[in-house]
């Protein structure tokens, strides 16, 4: 029988009070003493020389503190803000890595890099001082698209980056695949985009930094999910301060997604500005800065080819894709496009060729790194559009084309042929468990009741797989990781017998209070109103990697493991002393230590009292307290992967895309918390529907962005979703204590290409054969037209 | 310029510029820092409050348009430390994850569930055309409002 509260649980959340009553406490509900503010100028233009800066006026303003530009940030010998991941060519040469000063030196290359920074007593003051600054700007050549800065002639966003190539990366073995191909009955060809994002966390980021000159100290409140990767970055490269006198704050911070992995430039700015100025210093993004100075994600051109054998048996995959990573290099922009995107392309299927090249390009737009997904969504878009194509030009049900190649569970582990091997899945039982919720066999019947009204029923198909648990550090190593990518924990039991956990993860909204209480819960029977979790300071935790890429449980709640068995251990040696037995022979279980076989036991909290209070302790060969840490290095990736069904009708004569029905049975591995694994799912789908159907950041050829508001840019509101049909079907992760895999991208991941094969299907008898995303009204009905026009 | 502005039934008096918006006289004068701002085009509703009881978004109006009026923000709808029914309800319904746009959507609930304590799922979800959530997909916010509008009907709580 499960523990109350523990494993399997639906744990009302722990953290939602605060929140409810408007006690949280974000970034930006902090004033400090004495609280000054900054505000920056940013370039207008995507590329032009800084011929001069005049800030004479700024500088006598009221209320101005200091006004700070590239050349101070230079004099102070402040570092670049550095990239995380070296990616390699394919002729082993580095990939090209420009510097990225924290204020423009030179030249800017995309709008909205800073320039000058204000400082004053107040924002207004700020704001009116940065009005008064002259920039001389002589603009040049821009490019932004792909299309543009790869064509030739392209101007150059950085010099030394021939051809706008950061890199030129590739996986597989293109022998092998061209042999498949040249074996192949059928060869199916694709060209597709993956829209460019804006990641639009509701809270716009928001730093604070305080030097305190008495102790020579820093502190800075910062809306990161990572505050110890912030610390190391600052440390070692960009404010050149060691770890023990800069603490980093990461309090409640409203949403993530990816954006708020990396260092930015501001929290530097901010932090050296309290230094020059001797007052704490703080900057919050309004919403249209946050636009152009929040990395975006996605923005992929790739064109594919799927062979396949006389059977319909996959043969070989072969890729090409143009990724585009922006003017500079952000904190894992490399990583993304090649090993988060080329290493996930054999999907669920068995393929046993693949051959991929990716060219990363550079543009002046601002920079480009992971958002919810990071490189999967990439892929899963691409393999499952290919496949849905192929089976329209076979004449084959897609779901019988997938399920005809996928990887059968009898073949784990699974050795794919881009590098990763895969624990354990089980893609046919998702793929039934998802058919099954969105009753399938009555799908005729739906398309004619549609039909009924005048609309176009469509169903799409996806089934997908994810890397999740970043991830063995000495793999990661390998690739180019320049850091480790562990986790660690610190377990503190108190002597009454509650709990602190302390997690080198960082919650911005997944419930990591209650879920990792409920590990505590199920492992010490300690009830989970007793166990407090504590994370985002690096002044309270030993250590930690941070949250991003589905890894907190993985790899955080891992460590957390680690650390309660070493509790247990030592527990087990307090309570043989207690009940005069053999170490050997106690066992623990239900919150009791128990001589085995006897009804002789000691609870937990008996035994946390003797740690405390050690009067009768065997302290010749064991310290008092109860208090471990661990670090959890992963052995592999965790594979959560799953099936995303969707249906849409659409109004011929609108355009219009209705999403009527979403079904999905993911396989996340083991949950702990249901209510917040559904909740994780329902806001992943929710992102990518808007994906497919409503999102793009577009910039125009001058290196503009046209829709950097939330007027333009267009999200999921309530009466753009359904309510989600979600299951799950759990195989257990082979390799980490929890057997868990990670759950927070899986919608943004699976659904996007589900909703286009759906849009395709209902368009298919009206001709249409390709749209692209988001399949916006207009979109939609002009390939309407333009496939009548075509009939 | 010096204005009283009675908010969560308190009168205070602040001295601000003629221009202040109604969210930064609470965020900043009043340090009332639940009502949150998530954009600055009057799209994304997390500084929704309510004036004289009904919904408004608090960067849409001046504070000094706001004298003479009773403002009530999420710090106001608790009563003697028990949680209003909605507020209640997004936590039984898991109808927050990062809590940024929840007093928003909490206090724009209300109003809805003021007007019309039966609310179907369409109603809701147009209702809420002026608030954007980022981390739910809706789908539990839905369910919390539906459930929260009972209770409040239920209970006989405003």
Redesign the interface.
Known sequence: MATQGGIGASVKRKEDRRFLVGKGQYTDDIVLPDQAYAVFVRSPHAHAKLKKIDVAAARTSPGVLAVLTGEDVAADQLGGIPCGWLVKSKDGSNMVEPPHPALAQGSVRHVGDPVVMIVADTKAHARAAAALVDVDYQVLPAVAHLADATAPNAPLVWPEAKGNVCYDWHIGDPARTDAAFKTAAHVIELALTNNRLAPNAMEPRCANGWYDAANDHYTLYTTSQNPHLIRLLMAAFTLHVPEHKLRIIAPDVGGGFGSKIYHYAEELLVTWASRRTGRPVKWTADRMEAFISDAHGRDHRSTAKLALDKNHKFLGLQVHTYANLGAYLSTFASAVPTYLYGTLLSGPYDLPAIYCEVLAIFTNTVPVDAYRGAGRPEAAYLLERLVDKAARELNVDPIELRRKNMIQPEQFPYQTQVALQYDIGNYQATLDLALERIDYKNLAKRKQASAANGKLRGFGVSTYIEACGLAPSALAGALGARAGLYEAANVRVHPTGSVSVFTGTHSHGQGHETTFAQLITEKLGVPVENVEVVHGDTDRIPFGMGTYGSRSLAVGGSAIIKAVDKIIDKGKKIAAHLLEANVSDIEFGNGQYRVVGTDRVKAFGEVAFAAYVPHNYPLETLEPGLEESAFYDPKNFTFPGGTHLVEVEVDPETGVVEVADVAIADDVGVIVNPMIVDGQAHGGLAQGIGQALLEEAVYDADGQLVNGTYLGYVMPRAADLPMFKVGNHVTACTHNPLGVKGVGETGAIGVPPAVINAVLDALAPLGVTDISMPATPEKVWRAIQAAKKGA | MAITLRVNGQAHTIDC?SSTLLVEAL?DNL???????????S??G?CTVHVDGRSVKSCTMLAAEAVGSDVT???G??KGGE?HPM?AA???H?G????????GM?MSAVDLCRRTPKAS?HE???W??G????????????KAVQAGGAAMAAKGVK
């Not at chain 2, 340090?31 to 085009?41: A, E, F, K, M, P």
């Not at chain 2, 608030?131 to 839905?142: A, D, E, K, Q, S």
Request: with cysteine.
């Open positions: 510029p965020r340090r009332l820092t639940g009502t949150h701002v998530g954009c600055d085009s799209q994304c997390a923000t999420i710090e709808l608790a949680l507020q997004f936590a039984d898991h927050l994850q990062c809590g940024f746009c929840t007093p909490v799922e809701v979800r147009h809420l055309e608030n954007l959530c980022r981390c739910t997909g809706y789908h539990n916010i839905v």
